[in-house]
């Protein structure tokens, strides 16, 4: 790389090798960041109290009782735990070896120029930030291509009815077939068109409205006019083109951040979220009719795509604009904060409150030796007085 002259690394420190690279040949870094080896991207740059910024998977919001504020610390800590027991055990050495035994990996992480964040405040819960954070949530999303002759006319068969659009993403390559067999049965219920993103065996199910393709163009087909449901499980980039595009949500979160997506989606009123693991037809169903005569549902998925797009810039130029930045300034250092390199004494202020509280109390100390001395003194002459009073009345007496 150090042949290439390359200028500006851009990466995702979810995985961390790319992270050391970077600083190894000294070049100024700008993330493309939605989680890092510790977690949820903003946990290691910008400050979190667990008071109401919920951990992530805990499925809380940022409005809490007391005894989701307990259950929220604890996640907290269980995630505290799972860094120590798996990331540190194997960054540590391997860090104080190539960058010095005074080095804590994370600091090269926070010291990243830029953090281009792949959401935002119509996806996150509102929460302390950090100048260097760029939000450039949907940054993908744009508008809808014409569809292929075959395709378009078979969404233009569903007449006022519309279509359903389902694709579980490219990790997941197929579901269990008696899964498959439940929603493909749901599906033949309804009098919608279906375009499912399908491999595997076709569903013994399957009805006449429905199409199984091995690729769909998800962008597309989520801004055409007739399309009114969008099943999918939870992909950060899936979602948000489904809210771009103002399409209402039905969920099959099966992995990673994909339930702590749909979570958020939920908490909005824009989402109906299933359990993959009792999927049947009955259920499925009921979800998708709620999702597609409920109005709310795609009346507060309108609200929320209104928030995304209006924005002063495009979020694409946004990120271009700061990545071009870092370049012509050589990194933007101006812009982090010396947190990363303070110690939890330092950031939390341990050692200035343990200062001027022993300042306080020598202080407090000092004037109650003060006031008992002056008392003392006061009292010893007041003493003295009264003796010599006595004596001169007792002699006066004689």
Not at 89 to 96: D, I, T
């Amino acid at each position: 790389m150090r042949s290439q002259s390359c200028d500006r690394p851009t990466p995702d420190p979810a995985i961390g090798g790319g992270v050391l690279l970077g600083h190894r040949l000294g070049l100024p870094l700008v993330f493309n960041v939605r989680w890092t080896i510790q977690g949820e991207g903003h946990q290691a740059i910008a400050p979190s109290p667990v008071s109401y910024v919920p951990i992530q998977e805990s499925e809380l919001t940022d409005k809490m009782t007391f005894n989701q504020r307990v259950k929220n610390f604890l996640f907290y800590l269980f995630t505290r735990f799972q860094v120590w027991y798996t990331v540190d055990s194997n960054y540590k050495p391997f860090v104080q070896r190539h960058f010095g035994s005074d080095v804590h990996y994370m600091e090269l992480f926070q010291a990243a120029d830029i953090w281009l964040m792949r959401n935002d405040f119509t996806f996150e819960f509102p929460r302390p930030t950090m100048p260097n954070i760029i939000y450039m949530s949907g940054f993908q999303c744009k508008p809808s291509k014409p569809l292929s002759k075959d395709l378009e006319e078979f969404v233009q068969s569903s007449g006022e009815h519309g279509v359903i659009v389902m694709t579980l993403g490219t990790l997941v390559a197929n579901l269990p077939e008696d899964v498959t067999d439940h929603i493909a049965a749901a599906f033949a219920k309804l009098p919608q068109k279906v375009i499912w993103r399908h491999q595997g065996t076709r569903p013994s199910t399957l009805g006449n409205n429905t199409l199984l393709l091995d690729w769909l163009p998800q962008n597309d087909l989520l801004g055409h006019p007739k399309t009114r449901l969008f099943v999918a499980h939870g992909g950060t980039n899936g979602i948000q083109e489904a809210v771009y595009h103002g399409v209402p949500l039905v969920g099959l979160p099966l992995l990673f951040d994909q339930h702590d997506n749909f979570f958020k989606m939920k908490v909005r009123g824009v989402a109906k979220v299933m359990d993959i693991a009792t999927v049947n037809r009955e259920n499925f169903l009921e979800a998708l009719e709620e999702v597609l005569y409920e109005p709310s549902y795609r009346e507060n998925m309108r609200k929320l795509s209104n928030l995304q797009r209006d924005q002063p810039i495009k979020p694409l130029d946004h990120a271009v604009f700061w990545i071009e930045f870092v370049m012509r300034h050589k990194g933007a250092p101006h812009l982090r904060t010396e947190s990363y390199k303070m110690s939890l004494v330092q950031y939390y202020s341990i050692d200035v409150i343990g200062c001027l509280l022993a300042v306080g109390l020598a202080a407090f100390t000092l004037f109650i030796a003060v006031i008992k001395f002056l008392w003392r003194r006061v009292f010893y002459r007041s003493k003295v007085k009264m003796n010599e009073s006595a004596a001169t009345f007792h002699n006066f007496m004689i």
